[in-house]
């Protein structure tokens, strides 16, 4: 994550120029058991924001970085990510689609329970589309998205004395807002 950033930070030609906030859901499942305690763990709401840099020379390449908070009924998980999209923007319609993949790190945080706790944090990674439709806002331009994602992470927990994870490979949908400046 850390590489991320500063390749993205540290690169003149990319101009940090749009911010967005987005809602999700993530469709991960999994348990973990520890004595007469279990975790289960049915799906995630979250809610995140992303900065993203554009070349200043016009590629259709779009960076990002990007801070996620997820809430399920006993449990939180942080996802932190760095990611890259190639973009099409579609000449009669103020619409850019993109694919693009994320790199990041993730944890999981157990709430309310004495015999599972939180372990270290893991890597993963993100496939995604995205649809993005584009409108003004006085002098500022603004935009709405929708990106469908296939996560692969997995979450580290400890369970008594034992070290455990879950898969948490998940289909994920994103809508948000953002504006470029």
């Known amino acids: 994550m850390l590489l991320g950033s500063m390749l993205i930070l540290g690169n003149p ?8 906030a987005q809602t999700s859901y993530a469709t991960v499942q ?14 995630m709401n979250g809610l995140g924001a992303s900065l993203y840099g554009h070349y200043q020379d016009d590629r259709p390449v779009r960076h ?9 009924s006993d449990y939180r998980s942080s996802l ?14 103020p619409v850019e689609l993109a694919i693009g993949a994320e790199l990041g790190s993730t944890d999981l945080r157990p709430q309310g329970f004495s015999q599972i706790e939180a372990g270290p944090e893991s890597m993963g990674g993100e496939l995604h589309l995205e649809a993005i439709h584009y ?3 006085g002098e500022n331009v603004g935009f709405g998205f929708v990106r469908p994602a296939l996560q692969s992470y997995r979450f580290n ?10 898969s948490a ?9 953002g504006a470029r400046f």
């Open 80 to 93: 932190y990510t760095a990611g890259v999209d190639a973009l099409w923007r579609l000449s009669s319609v």
């Open 30 to 43: 999994g348990k973990v058991s520890s004595g007469s305690e279990t975790l289960r763990v049915n799906g």
């Open 135 to 137: 409108f003004t806002m």
């Open 169 to 177: 490979n998940a289909f994920s949908i994103a809508l948000g807002v």
């Open 64 to 72: 990002s970085l990007s801070y996620r908070q997820f809430e399920g």
């Open 13 to 20: 030609e990319v101009s940090l120029d749009a911010l967005s």
């Open 157 to 166: 927990v400890e369970a008594g004395q034992e070290s455990r994870s879950l």
